[in-house]
């Protein structure tokens, strides 16, 4: 028996958009309920549309000079509980501010975010070979859903060269996207490395409108 295909009217998206919250905890079994469909599929709409990207709120000069101070002292993950703030948040927020933490790349989950994506799309192009990623060999065991990723930036941009059309960049961290893309495109070994240079300005354009 074929699986059941679920499929949203216009009433079902406006509901979906008023209602989601990611930061809320069960709201989307509560959506769920409302709309009698399951979870997993309330939550794949919502990123389909745009709604599962948590909305950071403004950072203080306060929470500024802390990250400067801790970046390279503690982990992503400690700084983003301190300031009740997500790692990936943490991470845009310091490459914005200039500060590099080396070694850190990430997650599917963190670059699913910045890519305004479902992380299940970021593993299925790790595990078809269009994204590098490789272990980060920690101990977390096969219940706790086995060893994370770790995707580096260049590899985030050598699948950009390859897939310019697989992402949507409605959806992506502007300011992250930006970020990366120039740092490629000023970049002279890469400038030689890619012909079509055109494209790619063009790409950054579009995301800067």
């Excluded at 801790?70 to 982990?75: C, K, P, T, Y």
């Excluded at 305004?116 to 096969?142: K, N, S």
Aim: net charge positive; proline share 5%; hydrophobic share 35%.
């Amino acid at each position: 028996m074929p699986p059941k295909r679920w499929h949203f009217n216009d009433d079902q998206d406006r509901f979906l958009a008023k209602h989601y919250d990611p930061t809320v905890r069960g709201r989307s079994e509560q959506i769920a309920r409302c709309l009698r469909m399951p979870r997993w599929v309330v939550n794949r709409r919502a990123a389909a549309l745009g709604l599962s990207r948590v909305k950071d709120r403004p950072w203080s000069r306060e929470d500024e000079e802390y990250l400067e101070a801790q970046l390279h002292r503690a982990s992503l993950k400690a700084i983003a509980r301190k300031l009740r703030r997500t790692p990936t948040a943490i991470k845009l927020k310091a490459k914005r501010l200039g500060l590099r933490k080396h070694g850190e790349g990430y997650t599917a989950s963190s670059l699913a975010q910045a890519l305004g994506v479902d992380p299940h799309w970021v593993l299925a192009r790790i595990r078809d070979g269009r994204l590098r990623a490789t272990h980060r060999r920690t101990e977390r065991t096969e219940a706790q859903h086995g060893d994370s990723w770790l995707i580096t930036d260049e590899a985030v941009v050598a699948f950009i060269k390859r897939n310019p059309y697989d992402l949507d960049l409605r959806k992506v961290d502007r300011l992250w996207f930006l970020d990366l893309v120039t740092a490629w495109l000023h970049d002279p070994a890469e400038a030689r490395r890619t012909p079509r240079r055109g494209n790619q300005d063009n790409v950054a354009k579009e995301v800067a409108a």
